[in-house]
């Protein structure tokens, strides 16, 4: 049973920073890609980033040149450092693996 858990949400101010971590059971290495997805109250879940088994990434437009994901396969772990965060980020944001499984999510508020 593949479990994700998510960490390092929390409550930032506008222009703020947070990186959020994604910690596996077991090697990350099985995994094709993994994606991280960020879901706000009433809204669709949405992509974010992906970071495939060799390390190429993917954006979606409004996390280009703001947001960076990174894998380390030795802690079987995925990132995601956020930058120049808006109110408009304000949501759960959610690891995911391969499209097949899913984290329990982590919230990530942006206010003054």
């Known amino acids: 049973q593949v479990q994700l858990v998510e960490s390092g949400g929390g409550l930032v101010q506008p222009g703020g920073s947070l990186r959020l971590s994604c910690a596996a059971s077991?090697?990350?290495?099985?995994?094709?890609?993994m994606a991280w997805f960020r879901q706000a109250p009433g809204e669709e879940r949405e992509l974010v980033a992906a970071?495939?088994?060799?390390?190429?990434?993917n954006y979606a437009d409004f996390a280009q040149g703001r947001f960076t994901s990174s894998r380390d396969t030795a802690k079987n772990s995925v990132y995601l450092q956020m930058n120049s965060l808006k109110p408009e980020d304000t949501a759960v944001y959610f690891c995911?693996?391969?499209?097949?499984?899913w984290g329990q999510g982590t919230q990530v508020t942006v206010s003054s």
């Open positions: 995911c693996a391969d499209g097949l499984y």
């Open positions: 077991g090697s990350i290495s099985r995994f094709s890609i």
């Open positions: 970071i495939t088994g060799r390390g190429a990434t």
